[in-house]
């Protein structure tokens, strides 16, 4: 008989034991957790002003990996929106306006708190992540598109490391544990990953019966 017992439980890390899954369906939903989860990460940056010594490539890159706060339930992929994702709508796109301040008188440090989102809930997960550093007169300006993407896509949009060990009292007991990059709740990445193997798993039952 299968079961799961929670384990450990805080605001960026659960742990679960997993008892009599059988291993594929466990790393199955390990690598669901990982990578197939949706979350919100900037995708295109539109530069309108960078005097820093970062090129306008790097600094997008940064502004991509800064991990965002997530909403699933109030915005959709822009795969499966009704705008059809291009450009975007305010149900599958957010956007984030960075506008350094300016000191002529020493070098600053732009961090993560610089970013305004025309969304209050699509936040970076922390104001103190460092994006560039400035010297006297510098200055970054820039306009960021963020969106629901998932980690099969690029690893910006990756939701956690997960890990998978096993039990040392039995070979039928293992632990999954889900270390949250903070765009979402662990235990909600758990019961997505559990809903997206499910759905793959009809969706694969309905292909074999057509073949039938």
């Known amino acids: 008989m299968s079961s799961l017992e929670l384990v450990h439980k805080d605001d960026r890390k659960i742990s679960v034991k997993l008892k009599g899954v059988p291993l ?28 820093s010594v970062i090129p306008d490539e790097g600094l997008a890159h940064r502004l991509g990996l800064i991990p965002l706060r997530t909403d699933l339930e109030r915005f959709s992929e822009p795969a499966g929106c009704s705008c059809g994702g291009d450009p975007g709508c305010s149900n599958c796109r957010v956007m984030l306006v960075l506008d350094s301040a300016e000191s002529e008188s020493e070098s600053i440090t732009v961090l993560s708190e610089s970013l305004t989102s025309d969304d209050a809930d699509i936040l970076p997960i922390s104001g103190k992540i460092p994006i560039v550093r400035l010297a006297p007169g510098q200055k970054v300006k820039a306009e960021c598109f963020a969106r629901l993407g998932r980690g099969t896509e ?20 293992r632990i999954l544990t889900i270390e949250s990059t903070g765009a979402l709740r662990p235990e909600q990445i758990l019961l997505a990953g559990i809903d997206e193997v499910n759905r793959k798993l009809v969706e694969f039952q309905g292909m074999v019966k057509e073949l039938g």
Do not use: M
């Not at 910006?156 to 007991?173: M, P, Q, R, T």
């Open 24 to 51: 594929q369906y466990a790393n199955a939903l390990r690598r669901t957790c990982l990578n197939d989860v949706p979350v919100f990460a900037i995708d295109t940056v539109d530069i309108i002003q960078n005097s």
């Open 154 to 173: 690029h690893a910006k949009w990756n939701s956690a490391n997960v890990s998978i060990l096993v039990d040392g009292e039995s070979d039928d007991e």
